[in-house]
């Protein structure tokens, strides 16, 4: 076993990776959360803009924010719930 492996590892990116998609994250990012954040944003709003005028675009922006919030939303809520599951096997191990 390379132990060295399993310290690259240890990095939530890795962490979130395995347990939403069960595989290992390709690529680690050291940009902070909201670079992360506002850098999508921008690509797909750059897309989103190419294709529609301004009275739908307004509309679908809407629509996306509305479904990222509740998506944001559930997986906060699962985040919660799965910390919550792993202190309690680190409490009662």
Known sequence: MNLDNIFKRTNLQHF?????QGNDCVEVSNKPYKQRIDEARRTAFK???EKFFNEELDDIAGNI???????????????I???AKLIFELLVD
């Open 16 to 20: 979130q990776s395995f347990l939403l």
């Open 47 to 49: 897309k989103i803009e």
């Open 65 to 79: 924010f509305d479904y990222v919030s509740v998506a944001q939303d559930v997986h906060m809520e699962i985040g």
């Open 81 to 83: 719930i799965c910390g």
